[in-house]
């Protein structure tokens, strides 16, 4: 039988010393960064503390995790904001648009080259009414841990004519996470 999201991210936490993520508070966790320049080539969640909500929920820490906080990754979904300001979203559906992209997690490439696809999976209503098309790694997930710097480079392009696109890109990461628990009434 395989190990549930929090057995994984205990043992790989316990694999890499952090022996005190156990003691932490588990939740779902989702981030998200959205770069609202038109490119054919976006990385996101590099940079993101410089960038405010609601163009990405990263705040100051940027794209690392504090002591004691972690995500394992079930899902990785892609959308588009319409507009410079970030508010308004469209799903990468409703452009036809598919991503090629790569998961580096400490400088360690640990997705390399998988493909979004416009016709997979819906999920993360943006606006409440348009899905984001996501990847599902649920019964693998992968491990993003306190104090180390993660990115998502992704290309988008046309899902039917495999041609590059310049757009606007947002990305979700969502899971398991543990959140700081200071264990105390304050």
Same mark, same amino acid.
């Given at each position: 039988?395989?190990?549930?999201?929090?057995?994984?991210? &205990?043992?790989?936490? +316990?694999?890499? $010393? #952090?022996?005190?993520?156990?003691?932490?508070?588990?939740?779902?966790?989702?981030?998200? +960064?959205?770069?609202?320049?038109?490119?054919?080539?976006?990385?996101?969640?590099?940079? %993101?503390?410089?960038?405010?909500?609601? &163009?990405?929920?990263?705040? %100051?820490? $940027?794209?690392?995790?504090?002591?004691?906080?972690?995500? !394992?990754?079930?899902? /990785?979904?892609?959308?588009?904001?319409? !507009?410079?300001?970030?508010?308004? *979203?469209?799903?990468?559906?409703? $452009?036809? !648009?598919?991503?090629?992209?790569?998961?580096?997690?400490?400088?360690?490439?640990?997705?390399?080259?998988?493909?979004?696809?416009?016709?997979?999976?819906?999920?993360?209503?943006?606006?409440?009414?348009? %899905?984001?098309? @996501? /990847? +599902?790694?649920?019964? @693998?997930?992968?491990? /993003?841990?306190?104090?180390?710097? *993660?990115?998502?480079?992704?290309?988008?392009?046309?899902?039917? =004519?495999? @041609? =590059?696109?310049?757009?606007? &890109?947002?990305? *979700? &990461?969502?899971?398991?996470?543990? #959140?700081?628990?200071?264990?105390?009434?304050?």
């Amino acid at each position: 039988m395989g190990m549930s999201a929090q057995q994984k991210m &205990l043992h790989v936490a +316990d694999r890499l $010393g #952090l022996t005190t993520l156990k003691d932490m508070q588990g939740s779902t966790r989702m981030v998200y +960064d959205s770069i609202t320049t038109v490119a054919a080539t976006h990385t996101l969640f590099k940079g %993101a503390s410089q960038r405010a909500f609601p &163009l990405t929920n990263v705040g %100051a820490n $940027g794209n690392q995790f504090q002591v004691d906080e972690a995500l !394992l990754v079930e899902k /990785i979904g892609f959308f588009v904001p319409t !507009l410079v300001d970030g508010i308004a *979203y469209t799903s990468t559906a409703g $452009g036809a !648009l598919s991503v090629k992209f790569d998961l580096v997690i400490g400088n360690k490439t640990v997705i390399k080259d998988a493909t979004c696809e416009v016709g997979g999976e819906q999920a993360f209503f943006n606006d409440g009414t348009v %899905a984001s098309s @996501v /990847i +599902d790694l649920e019964g @693998v997930g992968i491990l /993003i841990p306190p104090q180390v710097e *993660y990115y998502v480079v992704a290309k988008a392009f046309d899902g039917p =004519s495999r @041609v =590059s696109v310049s757009t606007r &890109l947002g990305c *979700y &990461l969502f899971g398991t996470g543990a #959140l700081l628990n200071f264990n105390t009434t304050i």
